[in-house]
């Protein structure tokens, strides 16, 4: 359709609200205003209307201006305690500095909206290409009190320097790329640090386009506040009962943590089976044995579960060589990783810490190690006050043992 003809029917062009759900109470917390044009063969999307750079600037914002006015109108009308989000092409805001948004809002606000519902939706993208020449803007515009949301984080990886700088109230993820069969670990990587950031700056990660069970227990597994998509409930021109998936939300997220327990359960069992084996081996140890003498009954003993096997001090001085298996699943020496330090590892401090205060072992998560490029985990076990055993445990056992992975 000519985008001029889409001006010429602006009065059939209607709001629909896609519902945004919450993982705690498991109700709306808000909703999408999406634009539809209404024809003869049903409502259309008018998504591209506003993609499209080459429509007239002054014909975007008129339209803008007029969703999100039948949209506060139909807000206002049904006395809803949710969230309304606006998209807002950054280049557009940035135009008129706001004024055509914010003086919409100020109208409403005298008739009783409470700015604080409103969300202001931008793509991390078009943010990225304005953000450090407008920061003053950016600020501005937070101090009038309603929420800003950055869209489409993480798709083409992530600005974290970006982020933390901007500080959305709100980050939404889009899954709907992703395969549904099986997520890059990538991704979940990616995702993780995000739910991170999310939490050292004070907002709340939503993930969008969820059309599927995997994809609603992934964005679970990763820290989604938020869920939004076709899988919980499609974007329609009224608004829906606050409580309409609450039921289906509880029955999908009681699958996730009877998942997620036989995942804990396996990790405590693989723990428990290591730390018991490593008692009976330390018993073998001698006064007299060097460190290497050590690795190598230990990888004797432990050969079922390990690939690589070294000792380290209380400060990440690695006192023995590496034993390694090699092509032939043989164990040798390999003198060169002594003395290299690890204390520059995630977590390599507070785990020694957390071993010396407990008395036991740890399982990591799951990573990719540098040399061998694939999932492997590390367990890690005190053998005195000042030293430590790692063993490096490889995807092909991991992947063997259901739920390691």
Not at 36 to 61: A, V
Not at 82 to 105: A, E, M, P, Q, V
Request: include cysteine; glycine fraction near 4%.
């Amino acid at each position: 359709m000519d985008p001029l003809d889409v001006m010429m029917t602006k009065e059939k062009v209607i709001p629909y609200y896609q519902p945004i759900f919450s993982a705690d109470k498991q109700l709306v917390v808000g909703y999408e205003v999406l634009a539809r044009l209404q024809t003869e063969e049903g409502d259309k999307s008018l998504g591209w209307f506003f993609q499209d750079k080459n429509i007239p600037d002054e014909y975007r914002l008129e339209l803008d201006e007029h969703i999100q006015k039948r949209a506060l109108d139909d807000f206002m009308g049904t006395d809803q305690s949710t969230f309304l989000f606006f998209n807002y092409d950054t280049s557009l805001l940035l135009k008129d500095n706001g004024d055509t948004f914010i003086k919409t809002l100020e109208s409403y606000q005298q008739k009783g909206l409470k700015l604080q519902q409103i969300v202001l939706e931008l793509k991390e993208d078009d943010v990225a290409e304005h953000f450090f020449d407008n920061k003053h803007f950016f600020y501005y515009i937070q101090s009038f009190g309603f929420r800003l949301a950055l869209d489409d984080v993480g798709h083409n990886g992530s600005n974290l320097d970006l982020i933390a700088m901007f500080k959305p109230n709100i980050i939404k993820v889009d899954v709907s790329f992703m395969e549904d069969e099986e997520f890059p670990h990538l991704y979940s990587e990616v995702h993780q640090s995000l739910s991170m950031l999310s939490r050292k700056i004070g907002a709340t990660l939503l993930f969008e386009g969820v059309s599927s069970f995997s994809q609603l227990n992934y964005a679970w597994r990763n820290g989604g506040r938020y869920y939004q998509g076709f899988y919980l409930r499609s974007p329609s021109s009224t608004f829906v009962e606050p409580g309409c998936c609450r039921e289906k939300m509880q029955k999908e997220f009681h699958h996730f943590i009877v998942y997620e327990r036989k995942k804990m359960e396996a990790q405590f069992t693989l723990t428990n089976d290591l730390t018991t084996q490593l008692k009976q081996t330390m018993k073998t140890f001698s006064p007299d044995d060097t460190y290497d003498e050590m690795i190598k009954k230990v990888a004797k003993d432990c050969d079922r579960y390990a690939f690589r096997i070294y000792v380290c001090d209380a400060e990440g001085f690695q006192q023995s060589s590496n034993a390694e298996k090699n092509d032939q699943k043989e164990w040798v020496l390999l003198e060169e990783g002594r003395f290299k330090n690890w204390s520059w590892r995630p977590y390599f401090l507070e785990n020694i810490m957390r071993m010396n205060i407990e008395k036991r072992g740890f399982l990591s998560d799951l990573y990719t190690d540098i040399e061998r490029d694939e999932r492997i985990r590390t367990y890690s076990y005190p053998i005195s006050d000042n030293l430590y055993l790692f063993l490096d445990i490889p995807y092909n056992y991991l992947f063997e043992q259901e739920g390691l992975l």
